[in-house]
């Protein structure tokens, strides 16, 4: 079984920064996704950013000049640096690791801007 267990989420003021980590505790093979997705209330949960099996990254349009998706192989580890934060991005983030035949959750970490 896969665990994904996040840290790093917090208060912060707008315009300042987080950095989101997740460590996967099993096999991210074979691997389709891994990445971020974000849940505000009342609002459907949505794709931030996710490295691709091919090497590509993928953002939600509001983040791709501010957040950057990356990976630590030698430590299985998927952080998101998010910079420029605004009150808009609050919300619960949630680690995703995709599988060819499976999908697994982080539990989810609370992120607030606040003005």
């Known amino acids: 079984q896969v665990q994904l267990v996040e840290s790093g989420g917090g208060l912060v003021q707008a315009g300042g920064s987080l950095v989101l980590a997740c460590e996967i505790r099993?096999?991210?093979?074979?691997?389709?996704?891994m990445g971020w997705y974000r849940q505000a209330p009342g609002n459907p949960r949505e794709l931030v950013a996710v490295?691709?099996?091919?090497?590509?990254?993928d953002y939600h349009r509001s983040v791709r000049d501010r957040f950057t998706v990356s990976s630590d192989d030698a430590k299985n580890t998927v952080y998101l640096h998010m910079n420029s934060l605004k009150p808009d991005d609050t919300a619960t983030y949630y680690c995703?690791?995709?599988?060819?035949?499976?999908?697994?959750w982080g539990q989810g970490i609370q992120v607030t801007v606040s003005l």
């Open positions: 995703n690791l995709r599988r060819v035949r499976d999908n697994f």
């Open positions: 490295i691709t099996a091919g090497g590509g990254k």
């Open positions: 099993g096999s991210i093979n074979p691997l389709l996704a």
